[in-house]
T-cell receptor
Framework: GQNIDQPTEMTATEGAIVQINCTYQ??????LFWYQQHAGEAPTFLSY????GLEEKGRFSSFLSRSKGYSYLLLKELQMKDSASYLC??????????FGTGTRLQVFP | EAQVTQNPRYLITVTGKKLTVTCSQN?????MSWYRQDPGLGLRQIYY???????DKGDVPEGYKVSRKEKRNFPLILESPSPNQTSLYFC????????????FGPGTRLTVT
């Protein structure tokens, strides 16, 4: 199988930093996506990592370690609007995108 | 505006009554896909299409059919819906393959009683 594991729920405070982890099976790995999904809405693209390292995009950064089968999404200066589900998704040597079950983040004032 | 559209957005139907959910994209994308999303299970791929007249099964294809007669359209057909197909359905498209960034439609919430 190609299990993708991420925590089910996380909570954080407005203005804080939160890290959402994702682990996956490394065999046949191509790349890893992070999507954001607000309740009842469609997922929207946040980042795509193929190479090892950190990619920063404004308040959001995504890290990948191919050898460890590990990624994280880092959200800085949290805002209330960041309350959403964050979906880790992996592509292997196929044309399919495999999603994890998502991490529901709640940001409190 | 570049977008993926789905219709209907909400549908309540009865077991066994054939239905079609339409999906259309205006970005000239090659790749299109259907997902269902269920609590605790995440997004699971039903079918995908690499190009016109080319379709392939995803992870949960049972009970569904698709067709890709034109590049922009990728309808999802439930020939005989059952209650276990009650779900939130998303259509998505991407420029070339499933490894590109995917653009999602707004979703169709289907209830089968």
């Amino acid at each position: 199988g190609q299990n993708i594991d991420q925590p089910t729920e996380m909570t954080a405070t407005e203005g804080a930093i939160v890290q959402i982890n994702c682990t996956y099976q490394t065999s046949g790995f191509n790349g890893l996506f992070w999507y954001q999904q607000h309740a009842g809405e469609a997922p929207t693209f946040l980042s795509y990592n193929v190479l090892d390292g950190l990619e920063e995009k404004g308040r959001f950064s995504s890290f990948l370690s191919r050898s460890k089968g590990y990624s994280y999404l880092l959200l800085k200066e949290l805002q209330m609007k960041d309350s959403a589900s964050y979906l880790c998704a992996v592509t292997y040597n196929t044309d399919k995108l495999i999603f994890g079950t998502g991490t529901r983040l709640q940001v409190f004032p | 505006e570049a977008q993926v559209t789905q219709n209907p957005r909400y549908l309540i139907t009865v077991t066994g009554k054939k239905l079609t959910v339409t999906c259309s994209q205006n970005m000239n994308h090659e790749y299109m896909s259907w997902y269902r999303q269920d609590p605790g299970l995440g997004l699971r791929q039903i079918y995908y299409s690499m190009n016109v007249e080319v379709t392939d099964k995803g992870d949960v294809p049972e009970g569904y059919k698709v067709s890709r007669k034109e590049k922009r359209n990728f309808p999802l057909i439930l020939e005989s819906p059952s209650p276990n197909q009650t779900s939130l359905y998303f259509c998505a498209s991407s420029p070339i393959t499933g490894t590109d960034e995917q653009y999602f439609g707004p979703g169709t919430r289907l209830t089968v009683t």
